[in-house]
């Protein structure tokens, strides 16, 4: 029996996410870690790079700098990308923002255009992604959790009390208009907070439709503190709604 294709596309994101993390994987980490054959794993990489998402090399991928839009086979990956796009667009010459370890957050750095950028990331990923614009990095610092490459623990929130940004960017867990912005892992939800709290102009959600109605374990961000978010035309109307009617600006990139 062939495999239902959503199975096929959640292992494909996986992996894509496995790449951008680590830079170089190799097929045979890949095949044990999904426990599928290196031919499925090859069919795999093959696709992703067909839509320019990685580059593939000998008995493995590694991370590219080139994103094509695609034929919908993958829309979440599409999605995510359209998103990180859009938040590029907002940031502004002379800017300082900070990013989460959100993937979707990650992806902006590639997009952002705009000159004299400084980024202020708990995001170790970061050093792996194109950086076009130039732009200022300052790496939060702290333990280093190489399964997701967050930074986090007092030195990170420490640092982080150093400095303020005039924007934030912020991937999430899950996303409700009752329980707010969530996360699944307790140790980054101080730093969300505080990104959150130093910011003097403004702060947006990134968010594709997966993430709406999903509650995780641990709320960085309550409803009446929401202020701006970004998703896809596919996020459930109702939810867009009652985001809207809480006084929350909710972009739905095409």
Known sequence: ??????????????????????????????????QVSPLTIRRDLQFLEDHRLLERFYGGARNSNQVGEGNG???RLFRKEKIARYAASLVEDGDSIFINTSSTA??????????????ITNNGNIINEKNPSQATVVLLGGELRYVKGAMVGDFAMN?????????????????????????ELLNEVNLNQMMFERVSKASYILADCSKFGKRSSFVSC?????????????????????FRERGAWVHQVD
């Not at 199975?7 to 992996?15: A, D, G, L």
């Not at 990650?106 to 980024?119: D, E, G, P």
């Not at 109307?237 to 009652?242: A, F, G, N, S, T």
């Open 159 to 183: 640092n982080l009390t150093q400095v303020t940004a005039r924007k934030s960017f912020m991937g999430c867990g899950g996303l409700c208009p009752d329980t707010g912005m969530t996360t």
């Open 1 to 34: 029996m062939k495999m239902s294709r959503s199975i096929v596309n959640s292992r494909r994101e996986k992996v894509l996410e496995i790449v951008r993390e680590n830079g170089d994987v190799t097929v045979n980490h890949l095949a044990e870690k999904f």
């Open 73 to 75: 086979e993958n829309p």
């Open 222 to 242: 309550p409803p009446e503190l929401i202020a701006n978010i970004i998703t896809d035309k596919d996020a459930p109307i109702q939810l867009v709604r009652e």
């Open 106 to 119: 990650l992806a902006m750095v590639k997009y952002i255009t705009s000159r004299n950028v400084t980024i």
